[in-house]
């Protein structure tokens, strides 16, 4: 069905809004797939906190103008979901990645982070990178290390003098 002078101005505001507040972007070839498994893709997104949408390129490429994702313009060619995401830099990578060990026909041509163009080979390190809470926590550890040594130390001063005492009473004990 044909879209309106309208509708694709609603488009391409609604994705131009979304891109502005995305943290990254992955933009996959979905040829070959079938319904079923795009409206699996669609769930998995949804739940990953990834906004996922088909987009015409043209409208595609007027949504993406003047935000982070410019750099991807050039590469809108061909039938192409584009995925961003809302939550962590990582979380469109994921479910991308994720889904395509399953389905070997959903192919990434393009993944943008930080209004940097990277290659699609790079979409795993951007995958692997922790969430908002795994960083948190991460720091939280690195940042507690040295109070947590600091405290066995403190606790190994009276602990070697109470094994000391031990012996010499064992060593009195036997004699």
Same mark, same amino acid.
């Given at each position: 069905?044909?879209?309106? @002078? &309208?509708?694709?101005?609603?488009?391409?505001? &609604?994705?131009s809004a979304v891109a502005a507040d995305a943290h990254s972007a992955v933009a996959a070839e979905y040829r070959g797939l079938t319904v079923g498994e795009m409206t699996e893709l669609r769930a998995a997104a949804r739940n990953g906190g990834v906004y996922l949408r088909v987009v015409k390129n043209t409208l595609a490429r007027r949504? +993406?103008?003047? %935000?982070? #994702? &410019?750099?991807?313009?050039?590469?809108?060619?061909?039938?192409?979901?584009? =995925?961003?995401? *809302?939550?962590?830099?990582? =979380?469109?990578? /994921? +479910?991308? $990645?994720?889904?395509? $060990?399953?389905?070997?026909? @959903?192919?990434?041509?393009? +993944?943008?982070?930080?209004? *940097?163009?990277?290659? =699609?080979? &790079?979409?795993?390190?951007?995958?692997?990178?922790?969430?908002?809470? *795994?960083?948190?926590?991460?720091?939280?550890?690195?940042? /507690?290390?040295?109070?947590?040594? #600091?405290? /066995?130390?403190?606790?190994?001063?009276?602990? $070697?003098?109470? /094994? %000391? +005492?031990?012996?010499?009473?064992? =060593?009195?004990?036997?004699?």
């Open positions: 069905m044909a879209l309106g @002078l &309208e509708d694709k101005k609603a488009v391409v505001a &609604e994705v949504a +993406v103008n003047g %935000t982070d #994702f &410019e750099c991807m313009q050039d590469g809108m060619t061909g039938p192409l979901l584009l =995925a961003f995401s *809302q939550e962590d830099p990582g =979380a469109a990578a /994921r +479910v991308i $990645k994720d889904f395509a $060990k399953d389905h070997d026909k @959903l192919v990434v041509k393009m +993944v943008s982070i930080g209004g *940097q163009m990277l290659p =699609a080979s &790079e979409l795993a390190r951007l995958a692997s990178m922790p969430t908002r809470d *795994q960083a948190i926590s991460m720091l939280m550890a690195v940042m /507690r290390a040295p109070f947590d040594k #600091f405290a /066995r130390t403190l606790n190994e001063v009276p602990g $070697k003098m109470v /094994r %000391t +005492v031990a012996a010499v009473r064992d =060593a009195k004990d036997a004699a």
